[in-house]
């Protein structure tokens, strides 16, 4: 069976600066793989250079087999790689319901009519309210998604990704900024994704690795330090080291 | 709106199969969607102002027709700037390759014919707006200002190489252009090219509508919000931002033709910075992205750039500098901001 998404012996510099060292990462369909690693350790960058943000120095990126290395990030988008971001990056002068439309309109197309009006493209606005349904997020879809609570804009995050319908997505610390009192109505959501997505998580809390993760990817300082099962990363020693490490930095910084 | 109808009915299909009833969340969303297009009585007021206008100030003719073709202009500016956030110095261009190809047809070809020479002049400047546009979009910010600025000044300057050509800074006077449809002769008061422009203006402010109202406009908005997200949707940013330059192009090389037409006389500074900003300055003060801010916007800037040149002929843009000074300090989004703003406050107090 061909990977879902396989990155083979990706490397980025900046300069002289090596942000993406040799990365071999393989998803496979319905992958659950997390990408943990301090911070800085590269993991934004390394989802920057599968949706095609950036281009890699040297290596491979492979949909379905099939290399997707020279194209453009809205052509891997319409191939089926989906993100969300660390940060919002959502229409905030738009409706909810408008956000929704836009992603499943340039998904089918739809968005090249230009002799039409948008409220005549019945089958789109359906297919964003199924998805908002599906989100709870149905009440909120004539709101400006600037008038909505950050935790329900995350929620819109993945939202638009879902409405893309992909068949791998990578979800870049996916209740980052959201109060915890919220944040498992996010996790849920994640929790719940069609097993046929491959999804690759970036995340810092350790319970949600382990409890979403089937395989973990721990990055340092833009290598691969080591891959494996979840039992195995959290035995490992090495791992515990640049995790407390990194902690303890964290710590002494603060302090 | 009659296509609304048989949307309505495709829309309903589907969910009617799946849930056995339109919910009322779906309803309303299609609703929403489909109400934005559907025109308001409000609508009507900038056309029968403009046809009181004519009623109203026969001998004022000459001068309403150039505020018409300035409306036409700034209304293109809007397509780009207000809907899809490109932000140009270089919209004279557009107006400017229009204005010459209807000269250059009358005066080299003879060819006097306004409506085909207005087609040939949308046509001339939608391909020096697709070219300049595939070339200059792929920037933004103060790198397309500076780009879009120095391509106008371009087409200045080879216009400037060809004297024989184009007359120079001279230009081309006493252009014969054909009566209207072979029949409606241009009188000294500029009552005929009012109607004409007027006409124009309406056929192209609801093409603009349309669009903008569209699937197509949609995503213009969601490129003004957010282009990092409509990369990260797959959207093709650069072919859509080309082709609405390449309309909004059109638009403005049509009011650069009614321009050369109605003053039977155009000169290279048709290219000059001042109108690139002027236009710019007409749409800040009406309102961007609202396509009436257009309306409001040139008129009141070709108003007062009348009332000020007669009170002071060397200083009248002190007046509009000082406008646009306060607009930009107290009313950043226009005319049609403020009166947005003034009618939320007015619902929230009639409860």
Not at chain 1, 64 to 75: F, M, R, V
Not at chain 1, 104 to 130: D, K, Q, S
Not at chain 1, 214 to 220: E, F, G, R, S, Y
């Amino acid at each position: 069976m061909t990977a879902a998404l396989e990155i083979r012996e990706l490397h980025k510099n900046f300069g002289a600066l090596q942000v993406t060292r040799d990365v071999n990462l393989t998803l496979d369909r319905g992958a659950r793989h997390a990408l943990i690693g301090p911070n800085g350790a590269g993991k934004t960058t390394l989802v920057n250079l599968i949706t095609g943000v950036l281009k890699p120095t040297s290596g491979k990126v492979l949909l379905d087999g099939e290399d997707i290395t020279a194209l453009s990030q809205a052509k891997r988008s319409r191939r089926g790689i989906a993100r969300t971001f660390q940060i919002n990056q959502l229409f905030r002068g738009l409706t909810v319901l408008e956000n929704l439309y836009l992603a499943i309109g340039e998904r089918t197309r739809a968005c090249n009519r230009l002799w039409r009006p948008a409220g005549a493209e019945g089958a789109v606005i359906e297919e964003a309210m199924v998805h908002l349904e599906s989100l709870k997020l149905a009440d909120d879809a004539l709101k400006l998604v600037r008038e909505l609570p950050y935790g329900r804009q995350r929620l819109v995050e993945i939202a638009i990704a879902l409405a893309q319908r992909p068949r791998v997505l990578l979800l870049d610390e996916p209740a980052a900024g959201v109060p915890s009192s919220e944040s498992h109505l996010i996790l849920d959501v994640v929790g719940a994704l069609d097993p046929d997505i491959a999804i690759l998580i970036i995340e810092h809390d350790m319970d949600v690795v382990f409890r979403f993760a089937k395989q973990i990817t721990v990055l340092v300082a833009g290598a691969v330090l080591t891959q494996g099962l979840p039992q195995e990363i959290i035995a490992d020693p090495r791992v515990r080291a640049v995790y407390l490490g990194a902690e303890a930095d964290r710590e002494t910084r603060h302090g | 709106m009659a296509e609304t109808n048989p949307a309505m009915a495709e829309a309903a299909a589907p969910s009617s199969s799946a849930t056995g009833g339109m919910s009322a969340q779906r309803a309303r969303a299609i609703a929403f969607m489909t109400n934005r297009h559907h025109l308001s009585w409000l609508e009507t007021i900038p056309w029968v102002l403009a046809i009181a206008a004519y009623f109203i100030f026969p001998d004022r003719m000459t001068f309403g027709t150039q505020t018409l073709i300035m409306v036409l202009f700034a209304l293109s500016l809007d397509l780009i700037l207000g809907f899809a956030g490109i932000v140009t110095l270089g919209h004279a261009a557009f107006f400017g390759v229009g204005a010459y190809t209807v000269a250059l047809l009358a005066s080299r070809y003879g060819w006097g014919e306004p409506i085909t020479a207005l087609l040939a002049s949308a046509a001339a400047a939608a391909v020096v707006g697709f070219a300049s546009g595939w070339l200059l979009l792929r920037y933004r910010g103060l790198s397309l200002l500076v780009l879009t600025l120095s391509t106008t000044i371009m087409l200045q300057e080879i216009g400037n190489l060809f004297p024989t050509i184009t007359g120079g800074y001279d230009g081309i006077p006493g252009l014969q252009i054909s009566p209207l449809f072979g029949v409606f002769q241009y009188d000294l008061y500029s009552h005929t090219n009012y109607l004409y422009c007027l006409a124009v203006l309406f056929v192209l402010f609801f093409m603009v509508r349309r669009i903008v109202n569209s699937p197509f406009g949609e995503a213009l908005a969601g490129i003004r919000e957010n282009v990092a997200r409509m990369h990260a949707i797959g959207s093709p940013v650069h072919g859509r931002l080309v082709a609405v330059y390449t309309i909004a192009a059109a638009i403005a090389g049509v009011a650069g033709a009614l321009f050369a037409q109605t003053n039977a006389y155009v000169t290279l500074g048709v290219f000059d910075f001042e109108n690139s900003a002027g236009v710019m300055v007409m749409l800040a003060l009406g309102g961007a992205g609202r396509l009436y801010g257009a309306f409001a916007g040139a008129v009141i800037y070709m108003v007062l750039q009348d009332y000020l040149a007669k009170m002071s002929p060397a200083f009248w843009q002190f007046g509009i500098g000082l406008l646009l000074v306060f607009t930009v300090m107290f009313a950043r989004r226009g005319l049609f901001g403020v009166l947005e703003d003034a009618r939320r406050l007015l619902r929230r107090g009639t409860p």
